[in-house]
């Protein structure tokens, strides 16, 4: 079946440790997305990528690290200069086009103490 | 720029009453495309609908339907004879170029058998 796939579902880290998420796609998209979640405050952007080998900081990119070798993956380092990392992080993929929705993975739950 | 406000933080209807959850947005541009997502408690971002900013054409699907109007920049989803199943939180979301999503801070749904 085609989707996102993030993995692993909960993660824990000790502080000052550097982490990294992983997210595939098998859908064919051009573009991809982290966002990191947090109660009350809806979905905010981290990186975002439009083809490979570039990648744009979102709205909260400090801290934060991302790649893209390949098309199917673009894997979030949540390093230990982010200092609230403790959140839910979701990756989506979205075809090219302007009116192309996004899709989401599962997300990870990624707690830091 | 760009902004979404979901002003409903928590919302709690008991089954089979109408809910509805309001959406304004700020934009601008005058081709942008507005969308709605289910967020469920596994986490993972359902899409619902898309619509683009020359079609205020409201639209009904089985128990949602969704009212689009420009004048007052809003995009109210509406859920008929709610269940349980409905139970989640909701999203609304607006592209402007389809590189970067805005997504609104979201309302939680609580439908109580």
């Known amino acids: 079946d085609g989707g996102i796939t993030q993995s692993p579902k909960y993660l824990f880290r000790k502080e000052g440790q550097n982490v990294t998420l992983s997210c595939e796609q098998n859908l064919n998209h051009d573009a991809m997305y982290w966002y990191r979640q947090d109660p009350g405050q809806g979905l905010r952007l981290i990186y975002y990528s439009q083809i490979v080998n570039d990648f744009q900081k979102g709205d909260i990119a400090e801290g934060y690290s991302v790649s893209r070798e390949k098309k199917e993956s673009f894997p979030l380092t949540v390093t230990s200069a982010q200092k609230n990392p403790t959140a839910f992080y979701l990756c989506?993929?979205?075809?090219?086009?302007?009116?192309?929705?996004?899709?989401f993975g599962p997300g990870t739950r990624l707690t830091v103490t | 720029a760009q902004k979404v406000t979901q002003a409903q933080t928590e919302i709690s209807v008991v089954e089979k009453e109408d809910v509805t959850l309001d959406c304004v947005y700020e934009t601008r541009d005058t081709t942008y495309y507005l969308f709605w997502y289910k967020q469920p408690p596994s986490g993972e971002l359902v899409f619902l609908i898309r619509r683009n900013s020359f079609d205020e054409q409201n639209e009904i699907s089985g128990r949602y339907s969704w009212n689009f109007q420009k004048s007052t920049s809003s995009f109210n989803f509406t859920i008929t004879a709610s269940q349980v199943v409905d139970s989640a939180v909701y999203f609304c979301?607006?592209?402007?170029?389809?590189?970067?999503?805005?997504f609104g801070t979201g309302t939680s749904l609580t439908v109580i058998p």
């Open positions: 979301a607006l592209s402007v170029t389809g590189n970067q999503f805005y």
């Open positions: 989506a993929s979205r075809p090219t086009g302007p009116s192309n929705e996004q899709y």
